[in-house]
């Protein structure tokens, strides 16, 4: 390559550094700052350096416990939730009559926008007149107070993800589970596996890779889950729902101005995405290698 | 027997099917019955779930919406979307056009000449998965000093840290399944980078200039938090927020709350059921072809 093709290509390459370099470096590099200060919009006084104070305080603080209490039930109970039901409802329909059709019908809560979800599941978990209380009561059970109340608005979030996500899980498996050549699970039954054992010891190992690369991307995506939470409970009741973007936007900009403390939050949790993006691109190359799909 | 087993596993899958169908369909299909039912019919107990008559007014506006037996506080109707309809089209064409454009580049500078190495690009993709309030707090302030908060300007400037990492990295699978031999062609006829970028590469790849634009508008038609935190009235705020404040109120008004999350849905759902192949790439870094 010689000079002269060298400097277009970086001169083709700047239009994209320069507002990535602006809107992100900088952004962290003001938000380090920030997390050594006590800084309150609402009080007209410039930063001032407290060390580890505002790290110090997530400790201390009740609502960042519940929110991180909150974050873990999720990882706990939506992830695996959605891995389960991917996998199984790609078994399910793989080989059945219009499944393309079926397919599609099955992506759409993923395509719609997060806060159109909102509004529909807000309908549906109304206490007095929404459908889900309705077929509940088809099946004998009083009407639940579904945002209301502590245990079933986290877990009205958590169906509302499981909603919204599954679909993502079930299509990379689907796509995972179409790749994989059919002589070698009909070499298995020919051989007098079983179809579960079939599915159990060739599909499902192979599958491995891409199982990791959901999971971690699905991990990431929880600790960014904001919209839902804003639309649907606003964090409620009390910080039963607080996800950790929800708890870091009300800290900083919306129920009080606190940016020193809502950016040592932000560190935090940029620390635990960044570790996963690295995870998660070792995963991707683990992948080429091995390639698969 | 074997017959019969087949035959119960069968009837027991379409049973399964319908279920996994109703679970992620009633939703989306609530929402599209409630936009089109009157007054009368939002609340009602049972709920109307096969709707009795079918009616545009949630649309075209509420007129007597007092006498049709809805009475409580009903906030807006869907006549007050335009300013929010007409800032979302302007914010996601911009920034798809833009995230076209300013990819389309970079990823030829990545394809072909190998600009910044792997750790580079990577640097790119991972900005996609950054939680977007990490960057949206410091941008508020700086903007906030600028005196450039609620413009359109710089909401399409924060979509596009969003979309621009994607636009880039599906170009740049793009262009390197075009074969180097054609550009190289182009240089020894005397080509500059920019011309063969241009002449030789950009027509080559339409599919995925049209690929990477309309998931860029797809991500910027539905992104709410940082509209939500850096746009505070109809001038800059996109239909997202205009669906929030619709919650926030004491009655909601269910029949028009449905319409403009119809008209907030409509748009991407066909986009993403065009691009779906795109978008699950996108969404996947490729471990999904």
């Known amino acids: 390559m010689t000079r002269r093709y060298r400097t277009s290509a970086i001169l083709l390459i700047l239009p994209l550094i320069i507002p990535l370099l602006a809107l992100t470096i900088y952004p962290f590099l003001n938000m380090i700052f920030m997390s050594f200060h006590a800084y309150d919009l609402a009080r007209n006084e410039p930063p001032r350096f407290i060390g580890l104070g505002n790290y110090a305080a997530i400790l201390q603080d009740g609502s960042a416990r519940s929110t991180i209490e909150f974050t873990a039930l999720l990882v706990i109970v939506a992830l695996p939730l959605e891995i389960l039901l991917g996998i199984g409802i790609a078994w399910l329909i793989r080989d059945m009559l219009g499944e393309r059709l079926i397919r599609s019908a099955i992506l759409l809560p993923m395509m719609i926008p997060a806060v159109v979800a909102s509004i529909a599941w807000k309908m549906l978990f109304n206490f007095e007149f929404g459908p889900i209380n309705y077929f509940l009561s088809l099946l004998g059970v009083a009407k639940v107070s579904w945002l209301g109340s502590y245990p079933f608005a986290r877990l009205g979030i958590i169906l509302i993800d499981v909603w919204q996500w599954t679909p993502f899980v079930f299509l990379v498996l689907y796509s995972g589970l179409q790749s994989i050549p059919p002589e070698l699970t009909e070499a298995a039954v020919v051989d007098g596996a079983s179809s579960w054992q079939a599915i ?40 039963a729902t607080h996800s950790f973007s929800y708890y870091i936007y009300k800290v900083g900009l919306s129920f009080g101005w606190d940016i020193g403390y809502a950016s040592a939050l932000s560190i935090l949790l940029l620390a635990v995405v960044v570790l996963l993006v690295n995870v998660l691109m070792k995963v991707l190359r683990l992948r080429a290698l091995l390639e698969l799909g | 027997m074997r017959h019969f087993r087949s035959f119960a596993w069968k009837v027991a899958k379409t049973i399964l099917v319908l279920l996994v169908l109703f ?70 064409t911009i920034t798809a ?27 790119i993709i991972s900005i996609r998965m950054l939680p977007p309030i990490a960057s949206a707090l410091p941008l508020y302030l700086i903007f906030s000093k600028l005196q450039l908060l609620n413009t359109l300007f710089v909401l399409i400037l924060a979509h596009l840290v969003f979309t621009l990492p994607l636009s880039t990295w599906i170009l740049i699978t793009f262009f390197n399944d075009i074969p180097k031999e054609l550009d190289e062609a182009a240089f020894v006829d005397g080509a500059s980078p920019l011309q063969a970028f ?92």
């Open chain 1, 200 to 239: 159990r010891l060739i599909e499902l190992p192979l599958l491995r890779p891409l199982i990791w690369v959901v999971l971690i991307i699905r991990l990431i995506d929880i600790l960014k889950l904001f919209d839902i939470v804003f639309m649907v409970t606003w964090g409620g009741p009390g910080a």
């Open chain 2, 97 to 123: 056009l833009l995230s076209m454009l300013i990819g389309a580049m970079a990823a030829y500078a990545i394809s072909r000449f190998k600009v910044g190495g792997v750790q580079f690009t990577n640097w």
């Open chain 2, 23 to 92: 679970f992620f369909l009633f939703p989306i299909y609530w929402l599209v019955i409630t936009a089109f039912k009157p007054v009368p019919d939002w609340f009602g107990w049972p709920p109307i779930i096969v709707p009795r008559a079918l009616t545009l007014d949630n649309f075209l506006g509420l007129k007597g919406a007092g006498s049709g037996g809805f009475t409580g506080q009903v906030t807006g109707s869907v006549a007050n979307i335009w300013p929010y309809l007409r800032n979302s089209v302007i914010v996601a």
């Open chain 2, 198 to 289: 241009v002449s030789v590469i950009l027509p080559l790849s339409a599919p995925g200039l049209a690929a990477v634009s309309t998931l860029a508008f797809i991500q910027s038609w539905g992104e709410f938090l940082l509209a939500l935190i850096l746009t505070s009235n109809p001038n800059a705020q996109t239909l997202p927020i205009f669906l929030g404040r619709y919650i926030t109120a004491y009655r909601i008004a269910w029949g028009p709350m449905a319409a403009a999350g119809l008209i907030n849905m409509v748009p991407v759902v066909i986009f993403s059921l065009i691009m779906q192949r795109y978008l699950i790439r996108g969404l996947t870094f490729g471990a999904v072809k």
